[in-house]
């Protein structure tokens, strides 16, 4: 093809790739502490996790972030996660381009003083810790709402921001796992830990200790 042919297209490329990004950016100022509650859509770990717990507005839930740093863009805001290998930080463009389905939650004023204080401990001590494929909320290592709910631990170990609550891995009436949970668990060779005490993305939306302020797109499930 004739180069006077590929500058056009490129160019074509290049402008499309720019107007999505700027759709993405969000006119929205977000502040250190932002909980970015996400619909991952990454199948049945995810189903399972939503199906036990709906979130805020009935929205489906599997994963969430903190932010530890506000940028002037994307690409310099950065979140602080459990996801994958480890706890690692990740700049709020790559957070988005796994889903755009995502609501932004906000402390209340009156515990906006345990900020500071809960990312400080996430930084210093979460960042590198190993994930945590049990769920196991007593051991060293961490998931992703555990690194939130940690973080305001040590900034005041009486919040109720984000409480504790048993766990259930099976299908909702019932007391049959989640065959996703049963294959899962005997990869890891642990018993499923039905009613130990956790927490998860969509209980956590709900919490009387913070407002939804923000949403990129409507989570799946989410009613007005």
């Not at 755009?100 to 900020?115: Q, T």
């Not at 690194?147 to 005041?156: F, M, N, R, T």
């Amino acid at each position: 093809m004739s180069s006077r042919y590929l500058f056009p297209i490129a160019m074509g490329g290049f402008f499309i790739f720019y107007v999505s990004l700027m759709l993405r950016q969000p006119s929205f100022t977000f502040q250190e502490g932002d909980i970015f509650f996400q619909d991952l859509d990454c199948g049945p770990p995810c189903v399972a996790i939503e199906a036990v717990t709906q979130g805020y507005m009935g929205s489906n839930l599997s994963h969430c972030a903190i932010i530890s740093e506000v940028g002037p863009n994307l690409k310099t805001t950065i979140l602080i996660e459990a996801i994958g290998e480890n706890v690692a930080e990740v700049t709020l463009e790559e957070f988005l381009i796994r889903s755009n389905k995502v609501l932004v939650g906000r402390l209340k004023k009156e515990h906006s003083e345990l900020i500071p204080i809960a990312l400080e401990h996430i930084k210093n001590n979460l960042i590198g810790k190993p994930y945590d494929f049990i769920f196991d909320i007593s051991d060293d290592t961490y998931y992703c709402s555990e690194i939130i709910y940690e973080g305001l631990q040590v900034a005041d170990n009486n919040q109720q921001i984000m409480q504790l609550n048993p766990m259930t891995f099976n299908k909702p009436g019932t007391n049959t796992p989640f065959i996703h949970w049963i294959d899962y668990y005997a990869r890891l060779k642990h018993d499923i830990p039905e009613g130990e005490l956790g927490l998860n993305p969509g209980g956590m939306s709900k919490s009387n200790g913070l407002d939804i302020i923000y949403m990129f797109e409507k989570p799946s499930g989410y009613n007005d």
